[in-house]
């Protein structure tokens, strides 16, 4: 696996990333892919939102159970989006504002600044919000005294 | 990257997967996670939909312009699906029906046996149908007389 761009962000630590019940993922950005990979993106500003798939790169080993800023309980690692996992992957759904050549304007940013990024698909679909249950995280929730409706917007 | 399982799927051949427009994965299996990383799975039945990010394992190589099923037109890489990309990965959103220790019984495979799984994470927010554009893939399936709206349900 090799990067195929990198991330600008206004975050530039992990304290700027917003965490916890209701947290909101609305930095805006570019993502840089390398010019010699610009054919790629043919046709992508077509599609309002993409997935780009990036590399934990600052994260180190994993822990089968962890806790998450939503609650104190400790939850399986891939019930949860901690950045400590056995394959340090992640993934974040960003809408796309413009795209100028081979860099990608986008809203919904929750990387730091220099993340390297592994892949970029188009968001095809999405699952209906009646058919959705999100477990511990809605009880999280919930006890944090927040709506526990799936957060609608690009972050996810 | 190591796998963390391997997919158990009905789909032996790439000619048994769905494909082009209106193509549904509604294909049932199981996600075989290494019995060693069952404690990660903890709390995970609680959710109906999982992201499994996977490896593309039968293809070689990259185009940056592709054609696929839904029409003659070559698109960028990154505003397709193709197995042919700069790094291999795939993306799948599967309903989770339940889960037996470290075998999770999924609907909505598109991925061949055998396949190995690289992460899994909970599936949280959609984004409004009123906000997801998609492109050439809506000309594309107008052409093909088919309905433009999003696919619901749980293949992507």
Tied chains: 1, 2.
């Excluded at 080993?61 to 992957?89: C, E, M, Q, W, Y």
């Excluded at 709506?147 to 917007?153: L, N, R």
Aim: hydrophobic share 40%.
């Amino acid at each position: 696996m090799k990067p195929i761009g990198h991330v600008r962000s206004p975050l530039a630590g992990k304290e700027q990333i917003p965490t916890g019940a209701g947290a909101r993922h609305e930095a805006e950005g570019v993502l840089e892919v390398l010019p010699e990979l610009e054919a790629g993106l043919t046709d992508l500003e077509g599609f309002s939102h993409l997935y780009v798939i990036w590399a934990f790169d600052r994260a180190e080993g994993f822990d089968l159970l962890t806790t998450t800023p939503l609650d104190a309980l400790p939850h399986g690692v891939f019930s949860t989006r901690s950045p400590r996992r056995p394959n340090p992957i992640a993934l974040t759904v960003v809408r796309l504002l413009r795209r100028d050549g081979c860099r990608l304007h986008v809203r919904g940013l929750d990387m730091l600044d220099g993340t390297p990024i592994l892949d970029l698909k188009p968001y095809l679909s999405s699952v209906p919000a009646d058919e959705l249950r999100r477990g511990w995280m809605t009880e999280a929730e919930a006890r944090a005294g927040q709506a526990s409706e799936p957060k609608t917007g690009a972050g996810q």
